[in-house]
């Protein structure tokens, strides 16, 4: 259960890493025109979508992960298995925190995930709850070194069950800071300005007065969130190479 | 009484007939949506045409398309993730109990999904069957039907053998495949749209009203006279052949001459359609109706060029044609085998992996999609391709032959000295240019041009022997103007002092009237700057190059020479042209001919391909498969035209090479029960994922390769 928390720990400080490209997809889907409660269910609607894909990618590498122990059969092949993964994982992690020191929080984007992306850019305007559904659904497999690290983890969890809890915590961390960054959209939309500017400048703008100081302050947040997370991917790496019994946590 | 039936046959004509061509589609006819309807097209290459010109609702088609997408994503991964668990025994034991519910709400999910996502190959299929064809929409609807259908009547017995995730795979791995397919051709579209664009171009034209007042009107290019003044600001692009009148700035020729430079443009001087204006505004005076510039007529062309369907293309259109119902039948073996030996589930996934496992939808895009970029590409460098069957010849050329007069050499003749035997200048000057007014030809243009000043008859009955020479009557007089050949082919009598060569072997005109040759014009060659390093580059490219001229030998073999054109072929007629270049087919292989386009004409057509230099100010007139954009640069465009046909013909080749082995292989696993239906699905959509990306990879990298 512990392991569970950590990862709802670490959405919750990645989630600052999201902001940097999914708040921005966040914001530009913005308000509803009927009313607070439509925007809501449509903020609603993206980060469940998203958080589907996530569960399907940890169920799905829970899987695999299954799969390939069940064929090994050999105890000590599947420990070094999972120490792979975790390794794997760690080193994922500590990559993602150490690009918040960078001051250059955004993942760059392969040639297929820019692709998606353009294709994305068209659902943004679409009325109703299909269009941000969609755009969460396909915002989930945008490729994301957080994500994957994550999903390596669900795939050392030890099934689809506990790989699809392990992203569905990580999924659920990044929650708040998606609805945040929704909710600075509409702010931002029912002021009249047209959305879909530069993302971190409204972000910034939202968060004080002075443009400035708020970005100083966001510097802050954004190191201590790649502490945390770079920690994690430590200890991560460190299960996977320090020889601890009991490393491998089968879900309940 | 008789207005249903004709309604009714008037609907069926027009659903078998090719949306953009209007010819029957026959029996590979392809249903595709564009602009948000379904329609029939003969061939991938229409459908493109087409798109380009009614797509203006692509966006948000495809943002619905997308919604749709992902909306079924968003079902599939529910019914996928409670799947693994199953699979993986998350519902043994103690919690058995649930399994029941969890393939209830598997059904829950599922049924959305099929109506969903399956509707529009439900209704392709149900619309191809009652045309009496099988398409890849009636596999993927048995498929989708047959596992819903088994699913939900396993479910209403209690039994707990569910396939819900197969068919919302199969499904939405369709549905992905055709987005891609239908992004592909969007994105296809966008970047032929801007060359086509000039056939609903707009300009702003300049009028005056009666008391002298001048006026801005936004008028579509088709309409605008000869004479009307057009004013084009920054930016934006000249929409007619003509002069500036007014206004200095500089102008990108790209889409004419294939070079991408800004032209200091002011007043006096030409500019051409298609160009770009720079930094100022310009108020230009067309020459001639905006409809005939050449950035018109090269969109018409290109148009024209996407619907012609290439050998490799209707190649694979007929193997798609016979391989449909042979998938179809194997199908139902693979079911029938498995049926007898392992029970009606096997035959179930078998059957389905294989139906799913076949669908060759990768197939059919793959040569047009090359062929039209590659075209675009082309066409963005002012190169008129007729038809991806063109480029597949180009790609293969073995050899490539070349006419003298106004292709190596510029197409500006200057005469330099007169020589007369019998009669005087003035005279061999009168008959010479009485005849001269009526060609086209550069050594006639030449004649007609120094002896413009001096008052003169025009020639009657003219004929005109394309490659050597004219006749007709001057005031009564029989008179002819040509070659040595053409004045041989006469029968008249050549005086020694006329027949030598002179000692720098240029170009020379013989005149001569009442059975005798009296005199010749003299002329200068001078050799076009790019045509030594278009040659060069050729050669290097490993062609065999060849110089084929009705021009007298010495002069022939200099100019060989000086270009360094390995093979050469003086004073020959046009017919004898035609059959040096069988004979050069004959030994090399594929051969093309680089000529003027109008007085190559024949050649040009008997050659493997025929590519004009684009000298003609109307290309209505040429015939040729390829032109070149006109200026001092366009041979330059041949090797790079030679490099993109090969890159798409290597890009083609690999994805057939890859589309049919891959098919060969899945085919085989699946009839043998070693592939999952689901497993099948995805590896039918990464095909077509390749396949797209592979096609854009070819035109990118052709665009970078000069």
């Known amino acids: ?252 | 009484m008789n207005a249903v039936p004709a309604a009714v046959d008037a609907s069926a004509a027009q659903m078998l007939e090719c949306a953009h061509c209007a010819l029957p589609i026959g029996r590979l006819g392809q249903r595709r949506e564009v602009g948000g309807e379904a329609r029939w097209f003969c061939c991938y290459g229409c459908c493109l045409a087409y798109q380009v010109h009614h797509g203006e609702r692509d966006e948000p088609q495809a943002a619905a398309a997308l919604i749709r997408l992902g909306v079924g994503a968003f079902l599939t991964m529910n019914i996928m993730a409670f799947s693994l668990l199953l699979y993986s025994g998350a519902f043994d034991g103690d919690e058995a109990w649930l399994r029941q519910p969890v393939h209830w709400l598997l059904a829950l999910l599922a049924t959305p999904l099929v109506a969903l996502l399956g509707a529009p190959f439900f209704a392709g299929a149900a619309q191809a069957l009652a045309q009496g064809r099988l398409t890849t929409d009636v596999l993927v609807g048995i498929g989708v039907l047959a596992a819903y259908g088994y699913s939900l009547i396993e479910l209403l017995r209690g039994s707990d053998r569910v396939y819900f995730d197969t068919a919302a795979m199969v499904l939405v791995l369709f549905t992905l495949g055709r987005y891609l397919e239908a992004q592909a051709r969007v994105r296809a579209a966008r970047s032929l749209a801007p060359l086509l664009a000039a056939e609903r171009a707009e300009a702003r034209v300049l009028l005056r009203d009666a008391n002298g007042a001048q006026r801005e009107v936004i008028m579509r290019v088709r309409d605008i006279a000869p004479g009307v003044c057009v004013r084009v600001l920054p930016g934006e692009r000249v929409a007619v052949d003509g002069v500036v009148v007014d206004g200095a700035s500089e102008c990108n020729e790209e889409a004419v001459t294939g070079q991408p430079q800004f032209i200091a443009k002011s007043a006096g001087m030409p500019v051409h359609a298609g160009s770009i204006n720079g930094s100022g505004p310009l108020e230009i005076r067309a020459a001639v109706a905006g409809a005939h510039s050449r950035w018109q007529q090269v969109a018409r062309m290109v148009r024209e060029a996407l619907a012609r369907k290439s050998m490799i293309g209707v190649t694979v259109d007929r193997i798609v044609a016979v391989f449909i119902p042979g998938v179809l039948l194997l199908a139902l073996a693979t079911a029938g085998y498995w049926n007898e030996r392992a029970g009606i589930e096997a035959a179930l996934m078998t059957g389905l992996a294989v139906l799913v496992v076949a669908c060759p939808c990768s197939l059919g895009l793959a040569a047009p999609l090359a062929n039209a970029l590659a075209i675009a590409a082309a066409a963005s460098r002012g190169i008129v391709v007729r038809g991806g069957g063109v480029l597949e010849k180009l790609a293969r050329l073995d050899a490539i032959a070349f006419d003298k007069t106004g292709t190596v050499t510029d197409g500006e003749l200057r005469p330099h000295s007169i020589r007369v035997d019998g009669a005087s200048t003035e005279e061999v000057m009168h008959y010479a240019r009485a005849l001269a007014c009526a060609s086209d030809h550069p050594v006639a243009r030449a004649i007609a041009q120094i002896a413009a000043d001096r008052a003169g008859t025009r020639a009657r009955r003219v004929e005109v022997r394309a490659g050597a020479g004219m006749r007709g009557d001057v005031d009564g007089t029989r008179c002819a103007l040509g070659t040595a050949a053409w004045m041989a082919a006469q029968g008249w009598t050549m005086p020694r002092a006329l027949a030598g060569h002179t000692e720098d072997g240029g170009t020379r005109a013989f005149v001569g009237w009442d059975g005798c040759v009296r005199g010749c014009v003299l002329f200068a060659d001078t050799t076009r700057a790019d045509a030594p390093h278009a040659i060069r580059a050729l050669q290097r490219r490993g062609l065999h190059t060849l110089l084929a001229s009705g021009d007298a030998a010495p002069a022939v073999a200099r100019l060989a020479a000086a270009l360094g054109v390995e093979r050469w072929h003086a004073e020959l007629m046009p017919e004898d042209k035609v059959r040096v270049l069988r004979e050069a087919i004959r030994s090399h292989g594929a051969v093309a001919m680089v000529g003027d386009g109008i007085n190559d004409g024949p050649v040009l057509a008997a050659a493997t391909v025929g590519i004009a230099v684009g000298g003609a100010s109307d290309l209505a007139k040429e015939s040729a498969d390829v032109i070149l954009p006109r200026g001092a640069n366009g041979m330059l465009a041949l090797p790079w035209l030679l490099e993109l046909a090969a890159n798409a013909r290597h890009s083609l080749q690999m994805n057939l090479v890859w589309a049919f082995g891959y098919n060969a292989i899945a085919l085989a696993l699946a009839a043998a029960g070693l592939l999952q239906p689901v497993l099948a699905a995805a590896l039918m959509a990464a095909s077509s994922v390749i396949v797209v990306l592979r096609s854009w990879r070819a035109g990118a990298a052709a665009d970078r390769s000069v």
């Open chain 1, 1 to 252: 259960m512990s392991e569970v928390s950590l990862l709802f720990l670490a959405g919750l400080a990645g989630s600052v890493h999201c902001i940097g490209m999914c708040g921005g997809f966040a914001c530009v889907i913005g308000a509803d025109a009927r009313g607070r409660a439509a925007t809501l269910l449509r903020q609603l609607a993206y980060n469940a979508g998203r958080v589907t894909t996530y569960c399907f990618l940890g169920a799905l590498a829970g899987y695999l992960g299954l799969l390939l122990v069940a064929q090994c059969g050999d105890d000590s092949i599947v420990a070094w298995i999972q120490r792979g993964f975790a390794v794997l994982s760690g080193a994922l992690l500590v990559y993602v925190g150490l690009q918040f020191f960078g001051g250059h929080a955004r993942g760059a984007l392969g040639a297929g995930g820019a692709l998606l992306a353009d294709a994305m850019r068209t659902l943004v305007r679409a009325p109703g709850l299909a269009g941000p559904l969609a755009f969460g659904v396909l915002n989930g497999f945008l490729p994301c070194p957080l994500v994957y690290a994550v999903a390596a983890q669900a795939a050392a969890s030890g099934g689809p069950g506990s790989g699809m809890l392990t992203m569905a915590a990580f999924g659920l961390g990044t929650f708040p800071a998606l609805l945040a960054a929704g909710a600075v959209g509409a702010w931002w939309q029912r002021g009249g300005v047209p959305a879909g500017v530069a993302t971190v400048s409204l972000v910034s703008r939202a968060s004080g007065g002075r443009a400035a100081h708020a970005g100083s302050g966001r510097v802050l947040a954004l190191r201590c969130a790649g502490a945390f997370i770079v920690v994690l991917g430590l200890v991560t790496v460190a299960r996977g190479l320090l020889p601890l019994s009991g490393h491998i946590h089968p879900m309940p």
